[in-house]
């Protein structure tokens, strides 16, 4: 588990999340505020932003939710 940071491409954030598992293809993330989240979004993984990740939702629970990174073109 690792601290993550849910952002937008604006700069603005949306505020702190855990990441439990991680995969080449998405992520399972735990946070807070489940119903604040959009369903698209870029997940920070780095302190200083440099490490990104465009996600989709997938799935939502009460505590968790399932993203799948998108592709860049």
């Given at each position: 588990?690792?601290?993550?940071r849910i952002g937008?491409?604006?700069?603005?954030?949306?505020?702190?999340?855990?990441?439990?598992?991680?995969?080449?293809?998405g992520a399972r993330?735990?946070?807070?505020?489940?119903?604040?989240?959009?369903?698209?979004?870029?997940?920070?993984?780095?302190?200083?932003?440099?490490?990104?990740?465009?996600?989709?939702?997938?799935?939502?629970?009460?505590?968790?939710?399932?993203?799948?990174?998108?592709?860049?073109?």
């Open positions: 588990m690792h601290a993550a937008f491409a604006d700069g603005s954030m949306l505020g702190d999340c855990r990441v439990i598992d991680m995969s080449g293809a993330l735990e946070l807070k505020n489940i119903d604040t989240v959009p369903d698209q979004f870029e997940l920070l993984l780095s302190y200083d932003g440099h490490l990104r990740r465009q996600c989709s939702v997938v799935w939502r629970s009460e505590t968790a939710i399932g993203v799948e990174f998108i592709q860049s073109t």
